[in-house]
Structures are given as structure tokens and as C-alpha cells.
T-cell receptor, first 111, second 113 residues
Framework: KQEVTQIPAALSVPEGENLVLNCSFT??????LQWFRQDPGKGLTSLLL?????REQTSGRLNASLDKSSGRSTLYIAASQPGDSATYLC??????????FGTGTRLQVFP | GAGVSQSPRYKVAKRGQDVALRCDPI?????LFWYQQALGQGPEFLTY????????KSGLPSDRFFAERPEGSVSTLKIQRTQQEDSAVYLC???????????FGSGTRLTVV
């Protein structure tokens, strides 16, 4: 059974710092891995999608990597801004199509 | 539509009341998923449709939960005889193909009092 874990659970940093959010999964037989952002009281916004055959994806200040053999994905946020404050969720897509989510990393970036 | 639309946005139900939550997926999206998100937790899978066929309902917590997608587009999640532990945000997602990832709606926040 796939289990997804995210570390740290919460993170508070000053504006301008570069951040690393970690996601680990127990079953390396994933189809893809997706990172989402969730603002309080809102739904999920897709940030990056990495196919199982890919090593990384980039969008603006965000970079996500995938290492299937070690069961890890990393979301890197460069030059963090207060507007980046949100909960970040990673989710692994299994062979059965459903997403298995981690519990998220709650990020606060203060001015 | 441009995105996944869910209604109502908020729902307060008295314990024992039946509720129906609606999801309008992106036009043409074949796959539709329902997730339940408790406060401070990640979303948990409930059920999955491919067109009108419900392929996986293993995440539905009890037989009080029922989902349908009769014409392969709009889906309804029904909860009968609601209980306090049903209080959560219910998220709907749709996908054209798994390789393109999933698009989520804003969710319905259900509070059972």
C-alpha cells in the first residue's frame, strides 16, 4: 500500500530564502508525482507534474525533482515571497489512477 | 467549463440530514475523482469514475456514502444520515488523461451540527 510522507510539517522563513520541501513515498511503482498548493479554505492548485520517466520539472521559481529509486521528490522554491505562504501537498499517482497524498507542509514566509 | 466547479461552496447540515454535493468537471474530462479532506490532513481518496462507470469506490467510508455520474459528466456525491465525523472538505478532481495530471475544484466544506 502506497504511503506518502512530507517533511517538514511546518516551516516559517523570512522573505528571500531558498526552500526545500521533501516528499517520500513507499512504493516506487508510481505513474507520476504532482505537487499542489492549497491556500486556507481553498481547493488545490497544481504546481508541477513529474512523469515517472522524468527527473525534474521547472516552473518559474519552482523546481521539483523525482528520484523513484529512493522514493523521494523535492520541491525547491527560490527567493521565497510572502505570497508563497500556503500548504504544499505532494501526491503520487498509482497504477490504479488514484492519487495518494501526503499530509502537507504548511509554509509561512514573513516579510 | 474553464475549471472544475463544485457546489455548494459551504453546507451546514443537521445530524441525520441527507446532503448532495455536486461536481461539474472540465468539459471532455473522462476521469472524475472525489476526495475527502479533514482539517489539517491531506485529501483521502473516496471514489473514481471513468465516464459513467464507477471503477473504484474503495475509499467510501460507509454505505451512507453514494456517488453517481449517470451521463459521464456531472457527478453527485450523496451522504445519507450525516454524522459529525462526516464534517470535512469534499474535493472533486477531473482529468483528461493521467499523463496530464489532475485539476481540482475549490471543494465543498460540509459541517454537520
Amino acid at each position: 500500500k502506497q504511503e506518502v510522507t512530507q517533511i517538514p510539517a511546518a516551516l516559517s522563513v523570512p522573505e528571500g530564502e531558498n526552500l526545500v520541501l521533501n516528499c517520500s513515498f513507499t512504493d516506487s511503482a508510481i505513474y507520476n508525482l504532482q505537487w499542489f498548493r492549497q491556500d486556507p479554505g481553498k481547493g488545490l492548485t497544481s504546481l508541477l507534474l513529474i512523469q515517472s520517466s522524468q527527473r525534474e520539472q521547472t516552473s518559474g521559481r519552482l523546481n521539483a525533482s523525482l528520484d523513484k529509486s529512493s522514493g523521494r521528490s523535492t520541491l525547491y522554491i527560490a527567493a521565497s515571497q510572502p505570497g508563497d505562504s500556503a500548504t504544499y501537498l505532494c501526491a503520487a499517482s498509482s497504477a490504479t489512477d488514484k492519487l495518494i497524498f501526503g499530509t502537507g507542509t504548511r509554509l509561512q514566509v514573513f516579510p | 467549463g474553464a475549471g472544475v466547479s463544485q457546489s455548494p461552496r459551504y453546507k451546514v447540515a443537521k445530524r441525520g440530514q441527507d446532503v448532495a454535493l455536486r461536481c461539474d468537471p472540465i468539459s471532455g474530462h473522462v476521469s472524475l475523482f472525489w476526495y475527502q479532506q479533514a482539517l489539517g490532513q491531506g485529501p483521502e481518496f473516496l471514489t473514481y469514475f471513468q465516464n459513467e462507470a464507477q471503477l473504484d469506490k474503495s475509499g467510501l467510508p460507509s454505505d451512507r456514502f453514494f456517488a453517481e455520474r449517470p451521463e459521464g459528466s456531472v457527478s453527485t456525491l450523496k451522504i445519507q444520515r450525516t454524522q459529525q465525523e462526516d464534517s470535512a472538505v469534499y474535493l472533486c478532481a477531473s482529468s483528461l488523461a493521467r499523463v496530464e495530471g489532475y485539476t481540482f475544484g475549490s471543494g465543498t466544506r460540509l459541517t454537520v451540527v
